[in-house]
């Protein structure tokens, strides 16, 4: 069984932190950066969402918003294919960089 989860990388010049998602497929592991960045403050590693503010401005809110989806879209992709190739037999064959690239490709 295949594990996806986000995690934050190293803090950049910006004071900002990149999310990545994080595959580990037996005894492999890969992580891919998704070009979104939080100030650490505004992650939320238990729910893996970003925390949107009632203080936040709107356009503010409307990105964490619209990362958000991503997020979910994103886990949502990685749990379909994880079904597909197990149902095929041959997600214990790949390693978690393949499982990473069939994520990325994936076009239901």
């Known amino acids: 069984m295949a594990t996806?989860?986000?995690?934050?990388?190293?803090?950049?010049?910006?004071?900002r932190y990149p999310i990545y998602l994080k595959v580990r497929n037996g005894e492999t592991n890969t992580m891919r950066s998704?070009?979104?960045?939080?100030?650490?403050?505004?992650?939320?590693?238990?729910?893996?969402?970003?925390?949107?503010r009632r203080t936040d401005e709107y356009d503010i809110r409307l990105s964490k918003e619209q990362d958000n989806?991503?997020?979910?879209e994103l886990l949502s992709r990685a749990m379909e294919v994880e079904r597909e190739l197990k149902k095929r037999g041959v997600l214990k064959e790949l390693s978690a960089k393949e499982l990473m690239e069939a994520i990325v490709n994936y076009n239901p």
């Open 69 to 72: 989806e991503v997020l979910d």
């Open 4 to 15: 996806f989860n986000y995690v934050l990388g190293k803090k950049k010049g910006n004071g």
């Open 34 to 52: 998704l070009d979104i960045e939080v100030v650490k403050s505004e992650w939320n590693a238990k729910s893996q969402r970003i925390s949107i």
